[in-house]
């Protein structure tokens, strides 16, 4: 367990961008390969499926944020009105907010 929150942790101080994770990365990917952690290995392999773009977003300040925000927003608004109004109702208020 100690050894899974280590490792954890290191994956998390990835989550801020910056050029250096790319080498970071591959290091720590090498020092999970050499550990007895099942789970974590399978996550390695996921990662290494489209390495090009854990290595985007690890390194480059670019996000879709704002656009998933309003994705959100607008699934939520249609769930409390489904079944209740048409398109121009919630267009309505889509905009309203």
């Known amino acids: ?3 899974l929150a280590r490792l954890t ?3 998390a101080a990835f989550l801020t961008p910056a050029q250096a994770n790319d080498d970071k990365l591959t290091r720590w990917i090498a020092t999970v ?3 007895g952690l099942p789970h974590l290995h399978s996550f390695c392999n ?3 499926l489209d390495r090009a773009a854990v290595n985007a977003g690890l390194t480059l300040p670019h996000h879709n944020g704002r ?3 309003v994705n959100t927003r607008t699934k939520k608004i249609m769930r409390q009105m489904h079944g209740r109004a048409g398109f121009d109702l919630l267009r309505h208020r889509i905009l309203l907010q």
């Open 1 to 3: 367990m100690t050894e």
């Open 9 to 11: 942790g290191e994956f």
């Open 33 to 35: 390969r050499t550990a």
């Open 46 to 48: 996921g990662l290494e």
């Open 67 to 69: 656009t998933e925000g």
